[in-house]
């Protein structure tokens, strides 16, 4: 099971999610979203902290960098599990097809492919 591919398919429909959609992440939850695809594809905070009044991306950053030394590959699976849970609780139709299309994703390839 690719936990790349199943981490791309995860970020392509959590961009999709319709505002007025079953699925309705919460702020903790889009910041969770948030930090682990930034660990997922960075790494480590490597940016200075952000000015004490810009408060949104304080958060950014707070939840960025409580991940450091949490492995890209760990962040990739916790970013499908968040939106996982989420599809299983909403347990409609259209959630019911993105965790399928998860699920496809995951089984598509036999290992990761290396990216540069």
């Known amino acids: 099971m690719s936990v790349q591919a ?9 961009g999709e999610l319709p505002k007025d959609g079953p699925v309705q992440p ?3 939850d889009r910041l969770a979203f948030y930090s682990y695809y930034k660990q997922a594809k960075e790494g480590d905070c490597n940016a200075p902290a952000p000015g004490m009044f810009d408060f949104v991306a304080k958060a950014k950053y707070k939840a960025w960098k409580a991940l450091e030394g949490l492995s890209k590959e760990d962040a990739m699976k916790k970013y499908v599990e968040l939106l996982e849970a989420m599809l299983q609780k909403a347990d409609d139709e259209q959630s019911k097809e993105s965790l399928k299309k998860l699920q496809e994703a995951g089984a598509g390839e036999a290992a990761p492919a290396a990216t540069a």
């Open 6 to 14: 199943k981490f791309e398919a995860a970020v392509a429909i959590v």
């Open 26 to 28: 919460t702020s903790d």
